[in-house]
């Protein structure tokens, strides 16, 4: 009674994926800030106990091999960012499971823009967090949904979580990790054309938000606990960015009635 999982040789359907653009960034895994920080992923403790995994790899140089805890889940998370309230979106990726001490489940959920989460009491809440784990097997496999994002969403948080059988502690291996708007193609009306934050990752104290207009733009900036930290406007098309810390955050730009979200990593 698990969840249904795809086998990796279904070469058609991954071909089709491809073609599309993936959200998640960094979803192969190939860039890591260090062996135990893969690039662009939420930092400890909404990821915690990774390291980098050049053997059991689905494909690529590199994997993420998730250290379960004895007591507890660990986390793997990305927050995947510009969602669009009623499209479909396929939401996907690799593991491998072959540890009778360790089992997984995605457990993911919708915000909205100040990383508030939408809980929807619906179809939806049992594909994002399903009740049922995954089972040894020796092969890589798929786990894959299909999901319209509600309204107000405008982030995914994509995560899984890995749990410790009896009590020792286990390996889950994971890897390509994916979300792809399969709404028909199309250019979308509220898009700030030319729209541009850099640098990203921050290291400085001013955060450059740019775009085709010059108009002046409103800027909010949370953090992953939906706290405000910054409101402010452009000036010259720049922000004070000096109170952030290191960490994600996202940054909220608004442009002449149209909004976008970025991710940001401030170092």
Same mark, same amino acid.
């Given at each position: 009674?698990?969840?249904?999982?795809?086998?990796?040789?279904?070469?058609? %359907?991954?071909?089709?994926?491809? $073609?599309?653009?993936?959200?998640?960034?960094?979803?192969?895994?190939?860039?890591?800030?260090?062996?135990?920080?893969?690039?662009?992923?939420?930092?400890?403790?909404?990821?915690? &106990?990774? =390291?980098?995994?050049?053997? /059991?790899?689905?494909?690529?140089?590199?994997?993420?091999?998730?250290?379960? $805890?004895?007591? =507890?889940? +660990?986390?793997?998370?990305?927050?995947? *960012?510009?969602? +669009?309230?009623?499209?479909?979106?396929?939401?996907?990726?690799?593991?491998?499971?072959?540890?009778?001490?360790?089992?997984?489940?995605?457990?993911?959920?919708?915000?909205? %823009?100040?990383?508030?989460?939408?809980? /929807?009491?619906?179809? @939806?809440?049992?594909?994002?967090?399903?009740?049922?784990? %995954? *089972?040894?097997?020796?092969?890589?496999?798929?786990?894959?949904?299909?999901?319209?994002?509600?309204?107000?969403?405008?982030?995914?948080?994509?995560?899984?979580? %890995?749990?410790?059988?009896?009590?020792? =502690?286990?390996?889950?291996?994971?890897?390509?990790?994916?979300?792809?708007?399969?709404?028909?193609?199309?250019?979308?009306?509220? *898009?700030?054309?030319?729209?541009?934050?850099?640098?990203?990752?921050?290291?400085?104290? +001013?955060?450059? +938000?740019? &775009?085709?207009?010059?108009?002046?733009?409103?800027?909010?900036?949370?953090?992953?606990?939906?706290?405000?930290?910054?409101?402010?406007?452009?000036? @010259?098309? *720049?922000?004070?960015?000096?109170?952030? @810390?290191?960490?994600?955050?996202?940054?909220?730009?608004?442009?002449?009635?149209?909004?976008?979200?970025?991710?940001?990593?401030?170092?």
């Amino acid at each position: 009674m698990k969840k249904l999982y795809t086998l990796a040789f279904i070469a058609l %359907s991954a071909i089709a994926v491809n $073609a599309q653009t993936n959200l998640v960034s960094n979803g192969d895994f190939e860039a890591w800030d260090n062996t135990t920080s893969p690039t662009g992923y939420s930092p400890a403790p909404f990821t915690a &106990s990774v =390291s980098q995994e050049t053997v /059991e790899v689905h494909q690529g140089t590199y994997a993420a091999k998730h250290q379960t $805890a004895a007591t =507890s889940s +660990v986390k793997l998370q990305n927050e995947v *960012e510009n969602i +669009v309230p009623g499209h479909r979106y396929t939401i996907s990726y690799w593991f491998k499971d072959n540890d009778p001490n360790a089992r997984a489940r995605m457990w993911s959920y919708w915000l909205d %823009s100040t990383f508030t989460s939408i809980t /929807e009491g619906n179809d @939806n809440d049992a594909l994002l967090r399903p009740a049922t784990y %995954s *089972e040894d097997n020796a092969q890589w496999l798929q786990y894959t949904v299909t999901v319209t994002a509600p309204a107000n969403a405008s982030i995914l948080r994509l995560e899984t979580r %890995s749990y410790a059988q009896a009590a020792g =502690s286990g390996v889950i291996y994971y890897d390509d990790f994916s979300v792809v708007d399969i709404t028909t193609a199309g250019v979308k009306s509220n *898009e700030i054309a030319g729209l541009k934050v850099y640098p990203n990752p921050l290291t400085e104290n +001013v955060l450059h +938000v740019t &775009s085709n207009s010059n108009a002046v733009k409103s800027v909010a900036v949370y953090d992953v606990l939906g706290k405000q930290v910054i409101n402010t406007t452009t000036v @010259n098309g *720049e922000v004070n960015a000096s109170n952030l @810390n290191a960490g994600v955050y996202i940054v909220k730009i608004t442009e002449a009635g149209k909004t976008a979200t970025k991710k940001l990593v401030v170092r």
